[in-house]
């Protein structure tokens, strides 16, 4: 079967353009020590990033009550903002990959987890304000898996969900890309093995995010 001609891709953020997955799991680490509550194992958190934080916070502590996760809340933005006084980096290669593929005509858009803040804040310390055709995040639309932000980037960008790639290192991102009825390339070097992730059935599993570019430039 032959690959559709994507038009629009779509990038998770933090585990699969920028190296971030240490930070969130230490500053789950340092919220959880905070507000009284045993510590999960980072593999517990690291199988919840992708969720907006709220919805992330009561799956691994389902028993918290609404004025304990506001307080969480703030015990992880304070220590995770601290933490990103120097930017996490983002992954080789990914700076050069978006540049070509914008260059190549295609829309480029974000779909995380972050809350809006939280994204503009590290679109800011990359510069890319006003990069992407479109950026959603997790407080302003339904949480992943749900396909509310897939389906409003892809009627920003006036594409259909073939014509879409959806790209990520988490369960929740393909998922919510099968759930919009669109094609998805797993990364592996992210929060999720590739083993977990081949139960999506990506298109792809990339080990370095030039392999995307490289996919999408061979013949049909």
Same mark, same amino acid.
């Given at each position: 079967?032959?690959?559709?001609?994507?038009?629009?891709? $779509?990038?998770?953020?933090?585990?699969?353009?920028?190296?971030? *997955?240490?930070? @969130?799991?230490?500053?789950?680490?340092?919220?959880?020590? +905070?507000?009284?509550?045993?510590?999960?194992?980072?593999?517990?958190?690291? /199988? $919840? @990033? /992708?969720?907006?934080?709220?919805?992330? *916070?009561?799956?691994?502590?389902?028993? *918290?009550?609404?004025?304990?996760?506001?307080?969480? +809340?703030?015990?992880?933005?304070?220590?995770? @903002?601290?933490?990103?006084?120097?930017?996490?980096?983002?992954?080789?290669?990914?700076?050069?990959?978006?540049?070509?593929?914008?260059?190549?005509?295609?829309?480029?858009?974000?779909?995380?987890?972050?809350?809006?803040?939280?994204?503009?804040?590290?679109?800011?310390? &990359?510069?890319?304000?006003?990069?992407?055709? @479109?950026?959603?995040?997790?407080?302003?639309? %339904?949480?992943?898996?749900?396909?509310?932000?897939?389906?409003? *980037?892809? %009627?920003?960008?006036?594409?259909?969900?073939?014509?879409?790639?959806?790209?990520?290192?988490?369960?929740?991102?393909?998922?919510? %890309?099968? &759930?919009?009825?669109?094609?998805?390339?797993?990364?592996?070097? /992210?929060? !999720?093995?590739?083993?977990?992730? !081949?139960?999506?059935?990506?298109?792809?599993? $990339?080990?370095?995010?030039? !392999?995307?570019?490289?996919?999408?430039? !061979? %013949?049909?």
């Amino acid at each position: 079967m032959s690959r559709p001609d994507y038009k629009l891709l $779509i990038f998770d953020w933090d585990g699969t353009l920028c190296d971030s *997955i240490g930070r @969130i799991v230490e500053s789950m680490h340092m919220a959880s020590t +905070r507000s009284g509550f045993e510590l999960c194992s980072d593999l517990a958190v690291k /199988g $919840i @990033i /992708g969720l907006g934080l709220p919805e992330a *916070i009561r799956t691994l502590y389902p028993q *918290i009550t609404d004025s304990e996760l506001v307080a969480f +809340r703030e015990h992880y933005a304070d220590h995770y @903002i601290a933490l990103e006084a120097e930017p996490s980096p983002l992954f080789e290669g990914v700076v050069q990959s978006l540049a070509a593929l914008r260059e190549q005509g295609y829309h480029l858009a974000v779909a995380t987890g972050k809350a809006r803040r939280g994204l503009d804040r590290v679109l800011k310390a &990359n510069g890319w304000e006003d990069y992407f055709d @479109i950026t959603r995040a997790a407080d302003e639309t %339904a949480s992943k898996p749900h396909p509310l932000m897939l389906e409003q *980037i892809m %009627a920003h960008c006036g594409v259909s969900a073939r014509e879409s790639l959806m790209v990520g290192d988490a369960s929740f991102d393909l998922l919510m %890309a099968r &759930n919009a009825g669109m094609d998805s390339v797993a990364v592996s070097y /992210g929060a !999720q093995s590739p083993e977990a992730l !081949q139960a999506y059935e990506p298109r792809l599993t $990339i080990d370095r995010f030039s !392999q995307l570019h490289a996919w999408l430039n !061979q %013949a049909h």
